[in-house]
């Protein structure tokens, strides 16, 4: 079994910055990718950033400049720097994490973490 344990959302005022880390842990074999999604109320889940174990980086266009995608592979950790932030990026964010387990495929999603953008 995996876990996922987000942390890093909360409210900010336009044009700050949030942190947000996603740190998988359990039988975990190996990881081929970690991403970010987020689903604003009424809209459909949509992936914000995600970086592949070879380094790939694929952005939404309009975080593109603003969001900064990382991972740490010693520690199974993928973290999304936010700056500039603005109100449209209100949404509830979720880790993603795809590879395999010690028996199957993996895709695990995080449990979900609230960022509240104020005008």
């Known amino acids: 079994q995996v876990q996922l344990v987000e942390s890093g959302g909360g409210l900010v005022q336009a044009g700050g910055s949030l942190r947000l880390s996603c740190a998988a842990s359990?039988?975990?074999?190996?990881?081929?990718?970690m991403g970010w999604y987020r689903q604003a109320p009424g809209k459909q889940r949509e992936l914000v950033a995600a970086i592949t174990s070879g380094g790939s980086i694929n952005y939404l266009d309009s975080v593109k400049g603003r969001f900064t995608i990382s991972r740490d592979n010693a520690k199974n950790t993928v973290y999304l720097q936010m700056n500039s932030l603005k109100p449209e990026d209100t949404a509830v964010y979720y880790c993603?994490?795809?590879?395999?387990?010690?028996?199957?495929?993996?895709?695990?999603w995080g449990q979900g973490t609230l960022v509240t953008v104020s005008s």
């Open positions: 359990g039988s975990i074999f190996n990881i081929n990718a």
């Open positions: 993603n994490v795809r590879g395999a387990t010690i028996f199957n495929a993996l895709n695990a």
